[in-house]
């Protein structure tokens, strides 16, 4: 199924368990815990932990639409007005599964196709898992601020909590220590530290729904600030409002960014409580929080990725 693994589980001071084992590539060297995953999906928290630390900051508001922003939305129908709170919780009436690349292989041509995908339903009214809303997500950080993605998550995110080797679109070197994840036809070659998801591929490998690389102790970081109730990125009511239900009344729970824990269907079955968050990725990545198991003090993180080919 896959050829590595590796895991943490701990709490907000610190790992209680964790390890590696496999290899970084079928017949290839052996796992030493310095490894960089591809992240996938799991790259959309994080994306939403930007923006939500920008909107405390003033830089722009969650009520904000689509429209302020990218002006080339304000002449399609619906989508001007979606909201970056509904691009968080996957509200926008968006659809999900969108393999724009096969028909485009420029950004330009992805974007504009982009722009004329149909809505599944009224903004606010359906909850629709989808990668273009977070590609949506990451464009309106940009324009909000006038500044790339990748340095947005760099100085909002990583470096508050010393993730130091978290990147879009690693480097030679760190390529070098990328597990791989598949054998692609499209390209034509085994994947090794670019990014798994074709749209982002053709994107530039920097964008909202997927893209990061990121080692164990990294996301072992996260967990711990997550865990600690977002200490060191958020407020206190700001991270309540991140972590609370934002979709009651509709079919799935979404948080700000967050999968809430749905009562069928849950990636993480019903081990964990109901007040559960966290996030999965393509990839085999997942990143998961247990609020308060025993009390102030005692919540409880895990965190495990796969690289599979």
């Known amino acids: 199924m896959y050829s590595a693994a590796a895991w943490s589980v701990g709490t907000a001071a610190g790992r ?12 290839g060297a052996e796992l030493n815990g310095t490894e960089l995953w591809d992240l996938a999906s799991v790259t959309k928290p994080i994306v939403g932990l930007a923006a939500l630390r920008l909107a405390e900051t003033g830089a722009l508001r969650l009520d904000d639409t689509v429209g302020a922003y990218l002006p080339e939305y304000r002449r399609v129908p619906g989508k001007a007005d979606i909201t970056v709170t509904q691009l968080l919780t996957h509200t926008s009436g968006l659809p ?22 149909p809505l599944r339903g009224a903004p606010g009214t359906v909850v629709e898992y989808s990668s273009a809303g977070f590609v949506l997500l990451g464009l309106i950080l940009e324009r909000a601020t006038a500044t ?6 760099a100085t909002q995110v990583c470096e508050p909590l010393g993730m130091r080797e978290t990147v879009f679109a690693p480097g030679a070197a760190a390529r070098d220590r990328a597990v791989s994840t598949e054998l692609c036809t499209w390209r034509g070659r085994l994947v090794t530290g670019q990014v798994h998801d074709e749209n982002a591929v053709v994107l530039g490998g920097v964008c909202g729904h997927a893209g990061l690389f990121a080692p164990l102790t990294d996301m072992d970081r996260l967990g711990r600030a997550l865990a600690a109730g977002g200490d060191g990125l958020l407020s206190a009511p700001g991270f309540a409002r991140m972590t609370a239900c934002h979709t009651e009344g509709l079919p799935l729970r979404r948080c700000l960014g967050w999968q809430g824990r749905d009562a069928v269907g849950s990636p993480v079955g019903t081990a964990m409580g109901p007040s559960s968050y ?9 990143l998961w929080v247990e609020p308060a198991v025993d009390g102030p003090g005692a919540d409880s993180v895990g965190a495990d990725r796969a690289g599979v080919n």
Do not use: I, N, Q
Not at 96 to 117: E, F, N, Q, Y
């Open 16 to 27: 209680e368990t964790h390890g590696h084992l496999g290899t970084r590539r079928w017949g």
């Open 278 to 286: 966290g996030h999965t990725g393509f990839t085999g990545t997942s």
């Open 96 to 117: 999900g599964g969108t393999p724009l690349w096969r028909a485009h292989s420029d950004r330009d041509g992805l974007l504009a196709a982009l722009r004329g995908l």
């Open 148 to 153: 790339g993605l990748d340095e947005l998550v």
